[in-house]
């Protein structure tokens, strides 16, 4: 059974790799980094090894196994697309989305170029999968802004943005050609202030472009002290969805066998990588 993730826009969480390197300002505070790092060290902890990358190939084809279908946030303590990551266990990553279909996926990355360059090609036959949500995380314009040009002109059908720790006002961000956009400010210690008409441009924005608009969070030291409420109203808009039927227990192990038989050709390139 998928463990409920504490996310406000997803149910579930889904990790077939672990740890990441630091990118760009939003990475400041990564809330993954800090919470892996508290268990370096610790024998047989998932997290022994700290933040470094890994793939975990035995989580792999796990929401083949949920009877539940589910949001599912993939990598939330990692990123998909990150350089050291072999192409070849990306597809394998996407060949189990395509198969486990009752779910719906959000896939997250701040590594654009990639995305788009794989949704271009050894993931195409994943890209047009309606149940499959690609998305980026924006935090400013130098940065963050750029990457939503990547995703607009990839083949994704789904696309959608993480605008979070948004560190400061996106002006006139073009919003036209995506599915859903996500708005929270940065939470802990040290959080970077989020300013309310940062957001209300983006709510502006996405109400002319016809986006669907989730405010998280405010943020700060103590998340909770401050909530997700903007101008009196909770925004939890979400895409449509269509939810597949979910296969039955049967059908479900019959799904697992053939993919273990199919990635058993991938086992000398899937390497640890870190
Ligand atoms: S890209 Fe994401 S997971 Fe990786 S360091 Fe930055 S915030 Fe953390």
Avoid at 16 to 27: D, E, F, M, N
Avoid at 38 to 55: I, M
């Amino acid at each position: 059974m998928a463990t409920k993730s504490k996310i406000e826009w997803t149910d579930t969480t889904w990790n077939p790799v672990r740890g990441c390197t630091k990118i760009s300002p939003g990475c400041k505070h990564c809330y993954a980094s800090a919470f892996a790092e508290r268990f370096r060290g610790v024998p047989g902890h998932p997290y022994e090894r700290g933040f470094d990358l890994r793939l975990v190939t035995e989580k792999l084809l796990e929401p083949l196994s949920w009877a539940k279908g589910n949001m599912v946030f993939v990598n939330s303590m990692s990123d998909l697309f990150h350089p050291d990551i072999p192409d070849a266990f990306v597809v394998q990553v996407a060949q189990v989305m395509v198969k486990a279909n009752w779910h719906t996926y959000q896939v997250l990355t701040k590594r654009a170029d990639r995305l788009r360059e794989m949704l271009q090609g050894p993931l195409e036959f994943a890209a047009v999968s309606p149940h499959i949500w690609w998305g980026v995380s924006v935090e400013n314009v130098k940065h963050g802004v750029p990457r939503i040009e990547r995703l607009r002109s990839s083949p994704a059908t789904m696309k959608f943005l993480s605008i979070e720790p948004l560190l400061e006002d996106l002006g006139k961000v073009n919003l036209a050609g995506l599915n859903w956009v996500i708005v929270g400010g940065e939470s802990g210690r040290g959080a970077r202030a989020l300013e309310e008409d940062w957001v209300l441009n983006i709510l502006d924005r996405c109400r002319k472009q016809d986006v669907p608009f989730f405010f998280k969070q405010w943020g700060g030291v103590n998340k909770k002290k401050y909530g997700r409420l903007l101008g009196g109203k909770t925004y939890d808009e979400f895409p449509a969805t269509n939810r597949r039927e979910v296969p039955d227990r049967g059908v479900r192990e019959r799904l697992i066998a053939e993919m273990e038989k199919k990635f058993s050709q991938f086992n000398g390139l899937v390497q640890i990588a870190n």
